[in-house]
């Protein structure tokens, strides 16, 4: 069959007349399924072999249409433009095979449905999809540890409602962000393991009518395990639901991280500055350095929550089996993991550039902070916490009403709030004093975020193995 062919179809014997060019036009996906056709090649060739081990074609015949398929690939490869009559990637590598391998071609499709066919390829896809987003994510992570190592012993503030709380670490702020993104990493190996069961051989819903070896061809594809139901296997998207979520879930948590940059970057802050090649600048005010990465970064949070809550608004009213509805499940994941390639390597890249301004950073810590460790000053002293509470409560007001630092409060102020304050109470409204009391793991001792830089380093160090064969890391 050449390939000027107009015809070539999958399906149609059964219509006397040919489809109407609009629901050509709305049927037509081969614009969005184009890139699964690695997959449909791969998965094609191990059908083929299935077939011959079945005896139901040759061993010949299996030899000519996996021979054939390698060829169709490298013409896909080299970039063969598809015909207005392709309807999918499917009838586009049939096309192929049959100018490449002749006759013999029609008998691969022997058994299977595109139904169980795109079920797999889409499979194979987010396998390798999650691989190259736990990639981006760890240069993510490596790009915020290696900043973290630097800002161990510097000071700033942390905050809560957006106001200043308590002060912490700047290794202790970053690393805030890099643990979400650990666990980003352990969503996409979920996901990627929930994507590993094979739906090949379950055919269009009731299984193939061929005696094919599923557990050949789980081996073949690399797959965990076979799917145990094949009216499930055609119509499950779980697996495209778990990866837009862990996808949505990254994409929120690189927004959160973008926020805390924007806000720490601005002039009334003054902790970060933000490096040359991931900024730009203004077309009217040349003094402007803006943080578009980050800002593109947040609005990618948006977007591919929108395609989680595409893909589920989709999936929850479908009946059993397969519906053409889930071809638009492939335009919501392709975009979501699109978006986070780009935007994902483009934090990195900025948040090494980073400069931090220790000095604004430590101007920023206010004696007021402190008032928490002054509580606890008392209660180590044998007050409750409530009344040491209310004692504080009382020096914070008439530090604001005197216009001062509570530290600058006379000791007669002490005195009067508790009797329990000592001549040392001062003592434990400095900062460092305040992170000297918070060794306890996970707090911002200095200590404390040593354990937890090397806890970093430890999670980034070994090879990754093989995404979807084994379990996530805990």
Same mark, same amino acid.
Request: with cysteine.
């Given at each position: 069959?050449?390939?000027?062919?107009?015809?070539?179809?999958?399906?149609?014997?059964?219509?006397?007349?040919?489809?109407?060019?609009i629901?050509?036009?709305?049927?037509?996906?081969?614009?969005?399924?184009?890139?699964?056709?690695?997959?449909?090649?791969?998965?094609?060739?191990?059908?083929?072999?299935?077939?011959?081990?079945?005896?139901?074609?040759?061993?010949?015949?299996?030899?000519?249409?996996?021979?054939?398929?390698?060829?169709?690939?490298?013409?896909?490869?080299?970039?063969?433009?598809?015909?207005?009559?392709?309807?999918?990637?499917?009838?586009?590598?049939?096309?192929?095979?049959?100018?490449?391998?002749?006759?013999?071609?029609?008998?691969?499709?022997?058994?299977?449905?595109?139904?169980?066919?795109?079920a797999?390829?889409?499979?194979?896809w987010v396998?390798?999809?999650?691989?190259?987003?736990?990639?981006?994510?760890?240069?993510?992570?490596?790009?915020?540890?290696?900043?973290a190592?630097?800002?161990a012993?510097?000071?700033?503030?942390?905050?809560?409602?957006?106001?200043?709380?308590?002060?912490?670490?700047?290794a202790?702020?970053?690393?805030?962000?890099?643990?979400?993104?650990?666990?980003?990493?352990?969503?996409?190996?979920?996901?990627?393991?929930?994507?590993?069961?094979?739906?090949?051989?379950?055919?269009?819903?009731?299984?193939?009518?061929?005696?094919?070896?599923?557990?050949?061809?789980?081996?073949?594809?690399?797959?965990?395990?076979?799917?145990?139901?094949?009216?499930?296997?055609?119509?499950?998207?779980?697996?495209?639901?778990d990866?837009?979520?862990?996808?949505?879930? *990254? +994409? @929120?948590?690189?927004?959160?991280? !973008?926020? &805390? /940059?924007?806000? =720490?970057?601005?002039?009334?802050?003054?902790?970060? #500055?933000?490096?040359?090649?991931?900024?730009?600048?203004?077309?009217?005010?040349?003094?402007?350095?803006?943080?578009?990465?980050?800002?593109?970064?947040?609005?990618?949070?948006?977007?591919?929550?929108?395609?989680?809550?595409?893909?589920?608004?989709?999936?929850?009213?479908?009946?059993?089996?397969?519906?053409?509805d889930?071809?638009?499940?492939?335009?919501?994941?392709?975009?979501?993991?699109?978006?986070?390639?780009?935007?994902?390597?483009?934090?990195?890249?900025?948040?090494?550039?980073?400069?931090?301004?220790?000095?604004?950073?430590? *101007? +920023? @810590?206010?004696?007021?902070?402190? !008032?928490? &460790? /002054?509580?606890? =000053?008392?209660?180590?002293?044998?007050?409750?916490? #409530?009344?040491?509470?209310?004692?504080?409560?009382?020096?914070?007001?008439?530090?604001?009403?005197?216009?001062?630092?509570?530290?600058?409060?006379?000791?007669?102020?002490?005195?009067a709030?508790?009797?329990?304050?000592?001549?040392?109470?001062?003592?434990?409204?400095?900062?460092?004093?305040?992170?000297?009391?918070r060794?306890?793991?996970?707090?911002?001792?200095?200590?404390?975020?040593?354990?937890?830089?090397?806890?970093?380093?430890?999670?980034?160090?070994?090879?990754?193995?093989?995404?979807?064969?084994?379990p996530?890391?805990?």
């Open positions: 069959m050449s390939a000027s062919d107009s015809t070539h179809k999958l399906w149609g014997g059964r219509f006397a007349g040919g489809p109407s060019p629901l050509d036009a709305i049927n037509r996906s081969i614009g969005v399924d184009l890139r699964l056709w690695p997959h449909d090649i791969r998965l094609s060739k191990a059908w083929a072999l299935a077939l011959g081990e079945a005896g139901v074609v040759s061993r010949e015949e299996a030899d000519a249409l996996r021979a054939g398929l390698d060829r169709v690939g490298a013409r896909l490869a080299a970039g063969v433009t598809p015909l207005a009559t392709d309807e999918d990637v499917h009838t586009l590598v049939d096309r192929l095979l049959h100018e490449e391998a002749g006759p013999v071609a029609s008998r691969l499709h022997t058994g299977r449905s595109r139904n169980d066919q795109v797999t390829a889409s499979r194979l396998i390798d999809a999650c691989r190259r987003l736990d990639a981006a994510v760890r240069e993510l992570q490596q790009a915020l540890l290696t900043q190592e630097g800002l012993d510097a000071l700033l503030p942390a905050y809560t409602h957006l106001q200043r709380a308590q002060p912490v670490s700047g202790h702020w970053l690393l805030a962000h890099f643990w979400p993104l650990e666990r980003d990493r352990q969503r996409l190996a979920h996901a990627a393991q929930g994507a590993s069961v094979l739906p090949l051989g379950s055919g269009a819903i009731a299984g193939s009518a061929f005696p094919v070896s599923r557990v050949l061809l789980k081996e073949e594809l690399g797959f965990a395990a076979l799917s145990p139901n094949s009216i499930d296997a055609t119509g499950d998207r779980d697996f495209v639901a990866t837009l979520y862990a996808c949505a879930m *990254a +994409a @929120v948590h690189g927004s959160r991280l !973008a926020e &805390d /940059l924007i806000i =720490y970057g601005s002039g009334e802050f003054g902790f970060v #500055r933000f490096g040359d090649g991931f900024s730009t600048g203004s077309s009217m005010m040349p003094q402007k350095r803006n943080p578009d990465v980050f800002e593109l970064a947040r609005g990618a949070g948006a977007r591919v929550l929108g395609d989680l809550v595409s893909l589920l608004g989709t999936i929850k009213g479908l009946p059993s089996g397969y519906s053409k889930l071809q638009d499940d492939k335009r919501a994941l392709f975009n979501a993991v699109d978006l986070l390639l780009l935007a994902l390597p483009a934090m990195a890249g900025a948040v090494a550039e980073l400069r931090f301004n220790r000095d604004r950073m430590r *101007a +920023a @810590v206010s004696s007021a902070m402190m !008032a928490t &460790d /002054l509580a606890d =000053y008392l209660v180590r002293r044998g007050a409750t916490f #409530r009344e040491a509470h209310g004692a504080v409560g009382t020096l914070v007001r008439q530090a604001e009403e005197a216009g001062i630092e509570m530290d600058r409060l006379p000791t007669e102020a002490f005195a709030a508790h009797p329990l304050f000592g001549p040392d109470a001062r003592d434990a409204l400095g900062a460092e004093a305040s992170l000297a009391f060794e306890i793991p996970g707090g911002t001792g200095p200590q404390a975020v040593q354990v937890q830089l090397a806890q970093a380093r430890a999670r980034l160090a070994p090879a990754e193995p093989a995404a979807g064969n084994v996530p890391s805990p």
